[in-house]
Structures are given as C-alpha cells and as structure tokens.
C-alpha cells in the first residue's frame, strides 16, 4: 500500500496554533462506520453519546481507555561550545545504567559530530548544564550531561515539547494545556493528544452515567510521531515504546469484555497499548511495543475510537483508516476540512463508533 494513500492537502489556516480558548470546548466529528456517515457535535456531549447506541448496549455503558503518560519538558535550547550556534534537542529517554546520559533528537543532526559540546542556561543566563555527544544508536545521538538531569530539573530548564507544525515558542500556558488532566506517570516526549480535550468536569459527568475509565501506559515516542518516508508502508519501521497496565486496570479491561461492554480507545497509544497486550485475552503486563496498525489489521480490543485528526501520511492516520476503512476516513477528513475543523494536537477531535 502507497504511502500517499494517506496524503491530503491541508489549509494551513487550520492547523491549530493555540489550543481552544476552554479545554473541552472542541468541536466532534461522530463517524458511523455502519451507515459511512458522520455527524457533527461538540466534545462536551460526549456524556449524551456514549450512554446511546452503539457505545452504550444491552450490557451496559462503555469502558473508556486512556493513556495517562505524562509530558516531559524534553525540548532544550542549547549553545555549541565550539561555534557559538543554538541548537535544539529532543530528550528522548534516559538510558538505563548510564548516569546522566540520554538518547536524544538534535536539530540538523548530521552536522553533530560525537566530542562536540553544548551549553544550557536559565533565564537569567547563568549555566545550568553542559553536555557532550557521545555517541550514536539507531540513528540517535547519546548525550551525557555534566550533571543529572531527571524530570524535575527538566521542569526548571526545558521546554514544552510542541510538535513542529505549531510555529511558535512554547508559553508557560502549554505547560498546562499540552497535558491531560490525568497525567501521572513522566515518559512522553509528545502528548496523547485525544486525552487534552477531557476536563475533570467531563469526567465527572461521565461517571455520573455509568462510564467508567481505565488507565494504561505507554510512553509517547518516535514510534507515535516519527514520519513515513518510505514509498510503501510495509516498508516503514515503527521504533519500540515503552508501555504498562497495572492489575487493576486489567481486570476492568478484562471484565468490561467478559460483560460484553464496549471498549472506547481514547487515542492512537491507547489503541497501540492494547493490541500489544493482548494475547488470548488482556493481562497486567509491562512491557515495550513497535506494533504498526495499518489497513488490513485485525483489532482484537477495541470497539471504537476518539481521537483527534492527524497528519498526512503519518502512522496515526494509517491506524484510523485501519480501524474505519480508508475510503471512510479520507471522505470524513474531506468533510472536516469543507467544516473548517481544527487539526492536529491542539485541534477538535473525531469519535469513531
């Protein structure tokens, strides 16, 4: 299959650059992958949709999945000791035994060369680390700081990670709104973007009509956001990520099934967390994931999706024409555009039933 399958042209206008002005007060696109039609709606009457048909059944309402994986402030602003250039990095993780090293995404990689050495400053513009290119790993650069740089130093000295089509500086707003509200575990280099448009009200009210949530993990990385730039996707390599679901989180997965209760994946990892878990059956399990999900792949867990409207040609879309079928897809993203809907991670949201 053609990675251009997947392209679309974009009104640059619609890419949104801020999130909406109220969390949760972004517009849904509901698709019927029965009838081929979508409807539109506002995320805010997700408690209203879910507890109808097809989401809530005989058995009772959905189960919703969410991944609570947190954000790191993974984007530093560094100066090349030998030139006096800026360059940006991208922490990616830690490596394990190694103190004080990462594995990291520096800007105009090939120019960086293993010895050369970056400074990294404060507001005030007093030092507040410095670190060396060590080396190399699946086309990554390690680093090692002089110092630990752990996540809460990252809170003090990085920045929020935005995703390149947001042409902007990071604000201390992004701090908040590029995170869910249910953000616990530290991991991500990128958020999982369906899971911003949930409040604490939201949630709230869900619960209030019998909708319960589990919580899984997986660590956004280069295997969410990393481009195709292979001609045919079967040739694209997904990078692993690393992901959990604990024992309780499992048995309600596991119940919800048993029960015939529909499971709703909220987002792209959620989806990519259950299907590498599943094995006759859905178990507490840790573990790390480079599973692809493109059409022809048969879902073993999930019986509908929201999520938010993603990017040409990138495996996000590819999971989402996989789950309600291309011709499907590309018509709904045709009718979002015509709609004027907003797009990519701080943009509205679709919810496919």
Same mark, same amino acid.
């Given at each position: 299959?053609?990675?251009?399958?997947?392209?679309?042209?974009?009104?640059?206008?619609?890419?949104?650059?801020?999130?909406?002005?109220?969390?949760?007060?972004? @517009?849904?696109?509901?698709?019927?992958?029965?009838?081929?039609?979508?409807?539109?709606?506002?995320?805010?009457?997700?408690?209203?949709?879910?507890?109808?048909?097809?989401?809530?059944?005989?058995?009772?309402?959905?189960?919703?999945?969410?991944?609570?994986?947190?954000?790191?402030?993974?984007?530093?602003?560094?100066?090349?000791?030998?030139?006096?250039?800026?360059?940006?990095?991208?922490?990616?993780?830690?490596?394990?035994?190694?103190? &004080?090293?990462?594995?990291?995404?520096?800007?105009?990689? @090939?120019?960086?060369?293993?010895?050369?050495?970056?400074?990294?400053?404060?507001?005030?513009?007093?030092?507040?680390?410095?670190?060396?290119?060590?080396?190399?790993?699946?086309?990554?650069?390690?680093?090692?700081?002089?110092?630990?740089v752990d996540d809460a130093w990252l809170d003090c000295y990085g920045h929020t990670p935005l995703p390149p089509y947001i042409k902007r500086n990071d604000t201390p707003d992004d701090a908040d709104r590029?995170?869910?509200?249910?953000?616990?575990?530290?991991?991500?280099?990128?958020?999982?973007?369906?899971?911003?448009? &949930?409040?604490?009200?939201?949630?709230?009210?869900?619960?209030?009509?019998?909708?319960?949530?589990?919580?899984?993990?997986?660590?956004?990385?280069?295997?969410?956001?990393?481009?195709? @730039?292979?001609?045919?996707?079967?040739?694209?390599?997904?990078?692993?990520?690393?992901?959990?679901?604990?024992?309780?989180?499992?048995?309600?997965?596991?119940?919800?099934?048993?029960?015939?209760k529909k499971i709703i994946a909220v987002g792209t990892t959620s989806v990519r967390t259950l299907e590498s878990a599943w094995d006759s059956g859905l178990k507490m399990r840790e573990g790390s994931t480079?599973?692809?999900?493109?059409?022809?792949?048969?879902?073993?867990?999930?019986?509908?999706?929201?999520?938010?409207?993603?990017?040409?040609?990138?495996?996000?879309?590819?999971?989402?024409?996989?789950?309600?079928?291309?011709?499907?897809?590309?018509?709904?993203?045709?009718?979002?555009?015509?709609?004027?809907?907003?797009?990519?991670?701080?943009?509205?949201?679709?919810?496919?039933?």
């Open positions: 299959m053609k990675t251009s399958d997947f392209s679309f042209d974009l009104p640059a206008h619609l890419i949104a650059q801020q999130p909406s002005g109220q969390r949760g007060q972004s @517009r849904l696109m509901v698709v019927d992958r029965q009838t081929s039609s979508y409807t539109h709606r506002m995320v805010h009457e997700l408690p209203e949709i879910l507890t109808n048909p097809p989401f809530t059944t005989p058995e009772g309402p959905p189960l919703l999945i969410c991944n609570n994986s947190k954000v790191r402030k993974a984007r530093l602003i560094g100066k090349s000791v030998q030139t006096g250039s800026r360059v940006e990095f991208l922490l990616l993780s830690p490596i394990p035994g190694h103190a &004080f090293c990462w594995k990291a995404l520096i800007q105009r990689a @090939r120019r960086r060369k293993i010895g050369n050495v970056y400074a990294f400053f404060d507001l005030s513009g007093a030092q507040a680390a410095q670190a060396e290119i060590t080396g190399k790993e699946d086309g990554l650069h390690i680093i090692r700081f002089d110092r630990p590029y995170q869910t509200v249910y953000a616990r575990n530290y991991g991500s280099c990128a958020a999982p973007t369906a899971g911003l448009h &949930f409040t604490d009200e939201l949630l709230d009210r869900l619960a209030a009509v019998g909708i319960t949530i589990a919580y899984i993990t997986l660590h956004v990385g280069l295997g969410t956001f990393l481009p195709v @730039r292979t001609e045919t996707i079967e040739d694209h390599a997904m990078h692993e990520e690393t992901f959990s679901i604990d024992k309780e989180n499992a048995l309600k997965i596991e119940t919800a099934q048993t029960l015939g480079s599973i692809f999900i493109y059409p022809g792949y048969q879902f073993k867990t999930v019986d509908a999706l929201f999520t938010n409207f993603h990017t040409p040609e990138s495996t996000l879309i590819m999971l989402v024409a996989a789950f309600a079928g291309r011709e499907l897809i590309m018509k709904s993203y045709t009718g979002a555009i015509q709609e004027g809907y907003r797009f990519f991670s701080y943009g509205d949201a679709m919810l496919i039933g």
